[in-house]
């Protein structure tokens, strides 16, 4: 009973430490990645579909992306889709593929998006920490049913407290390392 409990509770801070990667993939730092136009969404024959799933989208340099269809007559679609988008680049069209300059980071807006950062990084905490009180909340139902005893109770919620402190020192990591790339010029 409480190794499904533990398990449980592993799984769900494992989540959050899945969603805040996705999360901060999309955040602009200086360097071009493929990842940063997964918003991109084209009308594909009526469907609105990933860019990734109706072109190859690659990085030449640090600094640039070429969007090359698999068909041409999507080009386009392809370009109004990322005028649409909120990703602030603005695609230059040759005929064949697409190509989008990365520009530069102001000092006031890497501020912005390492202040945009710590709080992604504090909602996953808080979300470890619920996945910590669901867990606790399971033990201690467990104990008043009289499934555990008195001891077992408290050594999961010792056991449960430490997964916690190891899984929010992944998130603290993450955004760090995250805060240090977007920082460095």
Same mark, same amino acid.
């Given at each position: 009973?409480?190794?499904?409990?533990?398990?449980?509770?592993?799984?769900?801070?494992?989540?959050?430490?899945?969603?805040?990667?996705?999360?901060?993939?999309?955040?602009?730092?200086?360097?071009?990645?493929?990842?940063?136009?997964?918003?991109?969404?084209?009308?594909?024959?009526?469907?609105?579909?990933?860019?990734?799933?109706?072109?190859?989208?690659?990085?030449?340099?640090?600094?640039?992306?070429?969007?090359?269809?698999?068909?041409?007559?999507?080009?386009?679609?392809?370009?109004?889709?990322?005028?649409?988008?909120?990703?602030?680049?603005?695609?230059?069209?040759?005929?064949?593929?697409?190509?989008?300059?990365?520009?530069?980071?102001?000092?006031?807006?890497?501020?912005?998006?390492? /202040?945009?950062?710590?709080? !992604?990084?504090? =909602?996953?905490?808080? #979300?470890?920490?619920?996945?910590?009180?669901?867990? +606790? $909340?399971?033990?201690?139902?467990?104990? /008043?049913?009289?499934?555990? !005893?008195?001891? =077992?109770?408290?050594? #999961?919620?010792?056991?449960?407290?430490?997964?916690? +402190? $190891?899984?929010?020192?992944?998130?603290? /990591?993450?955004?760090?390392?995250?805060?240090?790339?977007?920082?460095?010029?």
């Amino acid at each position: 009973m409480l190794n499904e409990i533990k398990d449980e509770a592993k799984k769900s801070m494992e989540k959050s430490i899945d969603s805040l990667a996705v999360e901060l993939k999309r955040v602009r730092t200086g360097r071009a990645q493929v990842s940063m136009l997964d918003s991109v969404k084209v009308d594909y024959y009526g469907n609105p579909s990933p860019l990734n799933q109706v072109a190859s989208v690659s990085c030449p340099d640090a600094k640039s992306f070429v969007v090359a269809p698999w068909e041409a007559n999507l080009l386009k679609e392809i370009e109004q889709a990322i005028v649409r988008s909120d990703i602030g680049m603005a695609p230059q069209n040759d005929g064949k593929v697409i190509r989008l300059k990365l520009p530069e980071l102001t000092e006031e807006r890497r501020k912005a998006l390492a /202040k945009s950062i710590k709080k !992604t990084v504090e =909602d996953a905490r808080i #979300s470890v920490r619920m996945a910590r009180r669901d867990a +606790n $909340d399971k033990a201690k139902k467990a104990l /008043k049913d009289k499934a555990i !005893t008195e001891d =077992d109770s408290k050594q #999961s919620s010792e056991e449960i407290q430490k997964l916690t +402190n $190891d899984y929010i020192a992944k998130v603290d /990591k993450i955004g760090q390392d995250k805060e240090k790339e977007l920082l460095t010029v």
